[in-house]
């Protein structure tokens, strides 16, 4: 069964540094996602991604994040500056109309 | 954000009973929910989901149940096997499944053999 993919499983990374987490979406899938889970909290919707533009973002999506699909397969979301409070997993997510989103296994980012 | 609620942090049951898993929301512009599951290290696998237009919608061993008027679903789990055992998402969404879900904070189940 198809599935999404994410690399690196683990990342670690300075605070202030930039960093980019991929995901691969399911091939034929239309609708990207971004969500990320803080340790103990829920899981919460970062931005959606729709026809090569971003179609809603949350709170959370200030001008430090950045979503690219470089390449017609690859989905990446790329923090600028990052700040301890990013450090998190990170969940890629896709479907087709009217399918359920399909999750990959996740990014743990963690901010030093 | 209390939009979607599992009032429930963890719920253990014997191997063979049935476990039902609660979840309530606030929002009235949500028409479909879901439920996910997840093990350690991997992420949230689909489960289930209904539609605001319906009440009940079972997939083999898995049911889910929406009571609209009181903004309530419950997943049941009929036999609960000790492979059922991980932390168990409600999430909503409006209009479609396009659309971004909100998440509950997630039931922990525990199938004891």
């Known amino acids: 069964e198809p599935e999404v993919t994410q690399t690196p499983s683990h990342q670690v990374t300075q605070m202030g540094q930039e960093v980019i987490l991929r995901c691969v979406p399911i091939?034929?899938?239309?609708?990207f996602y971004w969500y990320r889970q803080i340790l103990g909290q829920k899981v919460e919707f970062l931005v959606s991604?729709?026809?090569?533009?971003?179609?809603?973002k949350s709170e959370i999506f200030d001008d430090q994040f950045s979503v690219e699909r470089p390449d017609g397969s690859n989905f990446t979301l790329k923090i600028r500056s990052t700040k301890l409070e990013d450090s998190a997993m990170y969940f890629c997510a896709s479907c087709r109309d009217n399918q359920p989103q399909h999750f990959g296994d996740g990014t743990r980012l963690s901010i030093l | 954000d209390q939009q979607v609620k599992q009032n429930s942090p963890s719920l253990s049951v014997q191997e063979g009973r049935i476990s039902i898993l609660n979840c309530d929301y606030t929002n009235s512009m949500f028409d479909y929910f879901l439920w996910y599951k997840k093990y350690p290290a991997e992420g949230p696998t689909f489960l289930i989901s209904i539609s605001s237009i319906k009440d009940k919608n079972e997939d083999g061993r898995f049911t889910v149940f929406l009571n609209k008027s009181a903004k309530h679903l419950s997943l049941h789990i009929v036999p609960s096997q000790p492979g059922d055992s991980a932390v168990y998402f409600c999430a909503a969404s409006d209009m479609e499944y396009g659309n971004k879900l909100v998440f509950g904070a997630g039931t922990i189940l525990r199938v004891k053999s």
């Open positions: 091939s034929n899938h239309l609708y």
């Open positions: 991604f729709y026809n090569n533009e971003i179609s809603e």
